[in-house]
């Protein structure tokens, strides 16, 4: 089962524009991570929150995490047709048996017109 | 590119059949993910391994199975294949558990 929820499950935003993704989850977590992933291809790292941050900013990028409602967004913002793609967030476990497990969600596809 | 290597890139194999998929992993990453992408399951995390030891596991199946060599590259093996098995795999490193993960490019499994 997946830990993750994204919502939007897609978007379709003009150049320019900002996009916001969220991303619910159900358990406890160490760190909540946000991946794009261009079709077909392999994953790529955007950035990490740690359970005891709020926000965080990677150039374009901005994500919060408000643990309290087990939920974060990512907000792109001046968007590109180069940052079509799709975004996944992934939850990785404090401790136990699933101790660094990362659990992705099911995407948000994102489509930016030029 | 991520420094993680996924061979072979493309594979196509009858069912029944048995399939190793290898991954090394980033210069210095002590940690092995395994995930199947597929349409209807989205991204599944099958295993993970920390410095040759088995740290996690998800959904994987019986028929499937890994390990992580003390050079720490790691292979996963598919056997009795089925039709279904047809997806797309994943390998990632990371330094630490519960650190960004790096994501090769790929495996992608047909089965016929």
């Known amino acids: 089962s997946q830990q993750g929820e994204e919502d939007p499950q897609a978007l379709s935003i003009q150049e320019g524009e900002n996009a916001t993704m969220n991303c619910s989850y159900k358990?406890?977590?160490?760190?909540l991570q946000w991946y794009r992933q261009n079709s077909g291809r392999g994953l790529v790292h955007l950035i990490l929150?740690?359970?005891?941050?709020r926000e965080k900013h990677s150039g374009r990028l901005r994500v919060t995490l408000d643990t309290s409602k087990k939920s974060s967004s990512l907000l792109i913002t001046a968007s590109r047709a180069a940052d079509t793609a799709s975004y996944f967030c992934?939850?990785?476990?404090?401790?136990?048996?699933?101790?660094?497990?990362?659990?992705f969600g099911q995407g948000t596809i994102l489509t930016v017109h030029p | 590119d991520s420094g993680v290597t996924q061979t072979p890139k493309h594979l196509i194999t009858a069912t029944g059949q048995r399939v190793t998929l290898r991954c090394s992993p980033r210069?210095?990453?002590?940690?092995v993910y395994w995930y199947q992408q597929s349409l209807d399951q989205g991204l599944q995390f099958l295993i993970q391994?920390?410095?040759?030891?088995?740290?996690a596991k998800g959904n994987i199946l019986e028929r499937f199975s890994a390990q992580q060599f003390p050079d720490l590259h790691s292979e996963l093996n598919l056997s009795s294949l089925e039709l279904g098995d047809s997806a797309l795999y994943f390998c990632?490193?990371?330094?630490?558990?519960?650190?960004?993960?790096?994501f090769g490019q790929g495996t992608r499994l047909t089965v016929v």
């Open positions: 990632a490193s990371s330094f630490r558990v519960n650190t960004e993960a790096f």
């Open positions: 358990t406890s977590i160490n760190n």
């Open positions: 929150i740690r359970s005891n941050e």
């Open positions: 992934a939850t990785g476990r404090p401790g136990g048996t699933s101790y660094g497990k990362l659990t």
């Open positions: 210069s210095g990453d002590l940690s």
């Open positions: 391994y920390y410095n040759g030891e088995e740290r």
